[in-house]
């Protein structure tokens, strides 16, 4: 059983029991006799039937003695799976439905594998059913489980703190496992769901890289084990809290989708496979993106309806496209301790609602968008005045508060309708086209009503939420944003269309987050905004062009009160968004590359499908130790045509520079493109903490 993506094979082996084998998944295999590759002799000391480590569904009750893809029981009973007759069905677009038993245990597994033969990332996801005549406690399950061959001995995770996320940490793993476990329940910023195993010293170019992600919103658990044979057994799934999950007879569990792709052309390779997958089948989005205004850093809880007209007037003379009114609208709302959870706006600050404001900015061409954390709410706020007990937590507990705030019970009905209606009400009443939902805080033993455990309960229920909205407003578009980049994995982005990468908007601090978000999501979904210099979060000062360049290739916008700009700073913001929306169709459908740094030097772009066309963000990030930068060169160019390279306005040329360098900022340099991929060009000298984007078109 196999199957066939654009370069990637997945061949799958069945046993006389049992699940199959996973043999091989990576470079795309020719059609060709497989059935001996498998068939090896019992290791000596094991059991006496060779036992095939490699099972797309370990159980321990198939004699497989590392991480089970499956743990359950029914009071103590039933604990030990092991399936039988295995049905495996096929359709003729890369779908692979595998169905089995086990009659003794009273389970039936069913395993949905596709690899749309467009691409290289496959899924996964698994649906349990109770069979037997007890209810059954369902402890894991996995979504799925991928074999990565030995070679791949280093691994990547992605993590780090609120404003750091997404920080790409590499080790080698020896014999054991590697276990991930995530019970914020939501993605989280220190344990993004993510695994990449490489070939040692991968790069962004060269080795081979396989990528697991797990899409889901709330608690996970991936694990990398080490087989016998070297190979690693990689899995992803929900992590469940005790008695969270009890199947009646007949009752079944789906798990979220577990997606895997495969690159031998280094990590940016594994990018655009990711990107690629998430563009065609998972993204809905219009084009283009729009440039946006978000008023949080620039504004603040400081909400002064005459001035953000004023804001949003000199906005739109730069060109911005959606005008996006963040926290501090609702009554009361002048800090982080009240007003959380009550939708309407303050009378104090907007004496009409949000109509004259929203009609101001619509007036003026652009869109309006509007802050929104509906999960939560402050308990001094109207809603939970209104009705106390609605927040998630077990009686007899302390009600623990992050940023004073507490998470509102959406698995009951009349709460999940409380807030639904509340969202309509103010998408009806006002041109809203854009809410930036945010979600602040983790949940902390989160219990339903009845005591149960309900952060998987939670996250379907804001799902819901998310889908019945967009039905019923088809229009709309929805930012993720969890205290920045905290829940940004596919399953949010499968019903948003935007994440909210990072609160650290530090441009030397995001050309790693991004670096790291890039590994899995596409620019266009990654806010990234132009902000104040000294930085909010780091206090950091860095100057307008290294701001602008670092955001340049993401969902474009601006964090800072456009009044406070001068003259100067304004012309040359504006020349930042028009260089932006002439380069969007590129940079948000084309290819992403990137190079190795060097000499603190980094360097990421994006090639049009055909090659004519790229862009290149050359970034200085630390000090360079070497009198002279190292020669700079160019992936994803086809080699034997000539390109005009350019480094385009509002950049203008600055210290030293040679004539060749004069002639990028004006007319430009004629090169082949092998010639800038293998021998490089000499960028002109960088200060720490500065950036240039080069602009290559294919000459005609
Ligand atoms: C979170 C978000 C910020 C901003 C504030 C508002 O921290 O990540 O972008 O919206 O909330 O309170």
């Known amino acids: 059983m196999r199957l066939d993506g654009l370069h990637t094979t997945l061949l799958l082996a069945l046993r006389p029991e049992g699940l199959p084998e996973i043999v091989h998944w990576g470079p795309r295999l020719p059609p060709g006799d497989t059935a001996a590759l498998r068939d090896r002799a019992p290791a000596r000391n094991l059991l006496d039937d060779d036992v095939a480590e490699a099972s797309l569904f370990p159980t321990l009750g198939a004699g497989l003695f590392r991480t089970p893809a499956l743990a359950v ?13 295995v049905t495996p069905e096929a359709n003729a677009d890369g779908v692979l439905t595998i169905a089995a038993h086990d009659r003794v245990a009273g389970l039936r597994i069913v395993i949905k594998l596709a690899l749309p033969p467009d691409g290289d990332v496959l899924t996964m996801r698994a649906t349990l059913t109770n069979a037997g005549e007890a209810s059954l406690t369902v402890e894991h399950l996995a979504a799925g489980t991928l074999r990565i061959p030995p070679e791949a001995t280093e691994l990547r995770t ?14 080698a793993l020896p014999d054991g496992a590697l276990l991930l476990e995530n019970r914020r329940g939501r993605t989280s910023h220190d344990r993004f769901p993510l695994l990449i195993a490489s070939t040692p010293g991968c790069g962004e170019q060269d080795g081979a890289a396989w990528g697991v992600h797990l899409g889901w919103s709330g608690n996970h658990r991936m694990v990398a084990d080490r087989l016998g044979d070297g190979s690693l057994l990689v899995s992803g799934g929900e992590l469940l809290m005790p008695g969270e999950v009890t199947l009646a007879p007949g009752a079944s569990l789906a798990t979220p989708t577990l997606y895997a792709a495969w690159s031998n052309a280094g990590l940016a390779g594994l990018s655009r496979a990711f990107q690629a997958y ?21 504004t603040n809880f400081a909400h002064d309806e005459a001035r953000l007209m004023q804001e949003a007037t000199a906005a739109a003379a730069l060109g911005i496209e959606r005008f996006v009114l963040d926290d501090g609208w609702m009554p009361g709302r002048d800090h982080e301790r009240a007003g959380l959870g009550d939708w309407t706006a303050d009378p104090r600050k907007y004496p009409n609602g949000l109509g004259p404001l929203a009609r101001h900015v619509t007036g003026l061409g652009m869109q309006f ?6 999960e939560m709410a402050n308990p001094d706020s109207i809603v939970l005045r209104e009705h106390p007990d609605t927040a998630l937590a077990l009686a007899g507990r302390p009600l623990r508060l992050s940023r004073n705030q507490l998470v509102l019970d959406l698995n009951r009905t009349e709460v999940w309708l409380r807030v639904h209606a ?18 602040n805080r983790d949940l902390v033993a989160a219990g339903d009503a009845a005591g149960r455990p309900a952060s998987r309960a939670q996250v379907l229920a804001t799902y819901a939420m998310l889908d019945r909205l967009q039905t019923d407003h088809p229009a709309l578009e929805i930012e993720s944003c969890a205290s920045g980049g905290a829940r940004a994995d596919w399953g949010v982005l499968a019903r948003t269309q935007r994440v909210w990468t990072s609160d650290c908007t530090d441009a030397l601090e995001r050309l790693r987050i991004q ?11 990654m806010g990234a905004h132009v902000s104040d210099s000294p930085n909010h979060q780091t206090g950091r000062r860095h100057t307008l062009a290294f701001r602008a360049g670092v955001a340049l290739l993401y969902h474009f916008g601006i964090e800072l009160d456009p009044l406070t700009l001068d003259d100067a700073e304004r012309e040359e913001l504006a020349g930042w968004i028009a260089l932006h929306k002439r380069l969007r169709p590129l940079l948000h459908a084309g290819l992403h590359v990137a190079g ?35 020669p700079l060169r160019l992936p994803g160019l086809r080699a034997d045509a000539q390109y005009r390279l350019r480094i385009p306005a509002p950049q203008r040329p600055d210290g030293k520079i040679s004539a060749t360098h004069h002639a990028l900022y004006a007319e430009g340099v004629v090169i082949a493109g092998g010639i800038l991929a293998h021998a490089g060009l000499t960028p002109p000298p960088l200060q720490p903490e500065t950036a240039i984007i080069l602009e290559l078109h294919r000459e005609p």
């Open 158 to 171: 992605y993590g780090g703190r609120w404003a750091h996320e997404f920080t790409e940490a590499r080790s």
């Open 422 to 439: 509340a969202l309509d009400t103010l998408l009806r009443e006002a041109p809203i086209a854009y809410l930036k939902w945010d979600m």
């Open 73 to 85: 029981h029914r009071d103590g009973r039933d604990w030990s799976a092991a399936f039988g007759e």
């Open 596 to 630: 190795d740094p060097i000499d603190g030097r980094t360097l990421t772009g994006v090639v049009a499908p055909d090659a004519d066309h790229a862009v290149y963000l050359v970034a200085q990030e630390a000090d360079p130790a070497r009198p002279h930068p190292a």
């Open 278 to 298: 998430a563009r065609r089948h998972l993204l809905r989005l219009a084009t283009p993106r729009p440039v946006t205004l978000n008023t949080w850093e620039g």
């Open 515 to 525: 670096r790291g978000a890039a590994r899995l999501l596409p620019p266009e979904t």
């Open 369 to 374: 968008g509007l802050w929104v954390e509906p």
